[in-house]
């Protein structure tokens, strides 16, 4: 007989779904933050993002540009290869509410709307909830093996927590 809980998909089937948003939303993110710290795929780097956080009210832009551009490329490493889970969904959704706050007066759709940050911010704030899956380096640490949902919510109270101090700074 099968449990209740898995009769609508099977595990297997479960995981290789977790590995697929984790795999497309970490090399989004990735590229993001590296075009932030590096100027890769047609970015700014450093000089040049620091300048559009200055402009969009962030004291130390650079500072904050690179604060950005690791917990992006950092996070989506993470969420990618599934290691440290929790931690990396927080970088991303930390990340991504303060970039949701800059853009969240331009409308909603594409090119200039937060609708790709706020798909983001889902996709990291559920990652962060359920944990990788099994096909995941994760997998492999005794203490994150079993995913626990209070590592995802202690990692959401740290996304928000560190959000509203740097969006406090920017005024």
Known sequence: MTSPHRSFSSQPAYDVGLLVIRLAAGVILFSHG?????????????????????LSGYPAGTTFALIAGLAETLGG???ALGF???LAGAAALGTMINALAVTWNSGFFAPTGF?????LAVVALGLTLTGPGRIALDHFVPILRHHRLAYGV???????????????IRG
């Open 77 to 79: 490493i993470g969420l």
């Open 84 to 86: 440290l889970t929790p």
């Open 34 to 54: 590296t075009q932030k710290l590096f100027g890769w795929f047609g970015g700014g780097g450093l000089d040049a993002t620091g300048h559009f956080f200055t």
């Open 115 to 119: 609708e790709f940050t706020l798909l």
């Open 154 to 168: 202690a990692a959401v109270v740290l996304a928000a927590a560190a959000s509203v101090v740097v969006l406090i």
